[in-house]
């Protein structure tokens, strides 16, 4: 195989427990029930892991409900073929069927209700990937998880598209290993799938991807950016991303200055002052500010205090103190 791995399961008149056994040796711990008392539960998929993505192809034959401790820190694409999916998030219920597809944080979903004969292709993209593919294409930092629309209407030119792109990438992955595209071809065609969810299902940055686009940025400069964005919490100095960028250190202050107006390390800084603001302003976050601080490459606190004052203002212990008094 080209790929990651193939993982592929046939599961036919099971039990709970033992669906629910499967599913935590297999994917994760849940809790597994048939939609109808003392009923057995019929599974099947096939699953490929390509770089930071997950495509598969599934059919519930019987009908079930799956409940999630927890999901992966990943966004799902559900492509319909038959039948009808819910997903519950806490907040609302989300329904799939025919020509009505999902797109979703995983992280989020509570439980899934699938019933009897519902089959779709999924692809699952790592938050991580996803975020850097939203920030080529607005040519900025990203600090902001993106936030979906939910369901997507595959009945529009727009739906047709993602459906169509959908379909190809699995047809490309589920054939003869003779047959196979190469594993540069596929992540192309997820990149492509990124973008064009990005650009086509509303999120919180469509109205800042609708602006018209700057200039193109030389590739060793996005080399140079997305080195900072995976490395961000790692000591850097601008010789480390010079190298990992395939340029001089003259030249990569030349393209920042041309193309960010600003220099390498204070865009590396405006990167880590987002993110630890995000951070701190998050009610979700129980670290104390400087651990939050250090998880962003800050090493010397005294100084990282000061930045943070002279960018947003106040001191992180505000923002702190903010957070954990819900926001009075």
């Not at 519950?88 to 999902?102: I, M, N, Y």
Request: aromatic share 6%.
């Amino acid at each position: 195989m080209k790929y990651a791995g193939l993982s592929v399961f046939k599961i036919m008149n099971a039990d709970a427990d033992e669906m629910t056994e499967h599913y935590a040796k297999t994917l994760s711990p849940v809790k597994v029930e048939p939609l109808q008392r003392r009923s057995l539960i019929s599974v099947e998929d096939r699953h490929y892991a390509v770089e930071r993505c997950g495509v598969w192809n599934g059919r519930c034959h019987s009908g079930m409900r799956v409940t999630l401790s927890g999901g992966p820190d990943a966004y799902a694409l559900y492509l319909p073929s038959s039948g009808v999916m819910a997903i519950e998030t806490g907040r609302k219920q989300l329904v799939s069927e025919p020509a009505v597809g999902l797109l979703g944080d995983m992280s989020c979903f509570d439980k899934l209700v699938l019933h009897e004969d519902r089959s779709h292709i999924g692809i699952a993209f790592e938050k991580s990937a996803m975020i850097r593919q939203l920030s080529e294409l607005l040519d900025a930092p990203v600090a902001d998880g993106i936030e979906f629309a939910d369901t997507v209407n595959l009945g529009t030119v727009k739906g047709s598209r993602i459906a169509a792109l959908g379909n190809l990438i699995w047809s490309c992955l589920d054939v003869d290993e003779v047959h196979q595209a190469s594993s540069a071809f596929i992540e192309r065609l997820l990149q492509a799938m990124m973008t064009l969810l990005l650009e086509t299902v509303p999120n919180n940055y469509s109205a800042r991807l609708t602006k018209p686009i700057s200039p193109a940025i030389p590739k060793r400069l996005k080399r140079a950016i997305e080195y900072m964005h995976a490395n961000v919490s790692s000591p850097m100095g601008i010789a480390d991303i010079a190298e990992a960028a395939g340029t001089s250190v003259r030249a990569l202050q030349a393209a920042f200055q041309q193309f960010k107006d600003t220099t390498p390390l204070n865009y590396l800084r405006a990167i880590r002052l987002e993110g630890v603001r995000k951070a701190l302003t998050d009610p979700a976050t129980s670290l104390s500010v400087s651990e939050v601080a250090r998880s962003w490459g800050f090493s010397h606190m005294g100084r990282f205090a000061a930045l943070y004052h002279q960018s947003f203002g106040e001191m992180p212990s505000n923002a702190a103190k903010l957070r954990r008094g819900g926001g009075k």
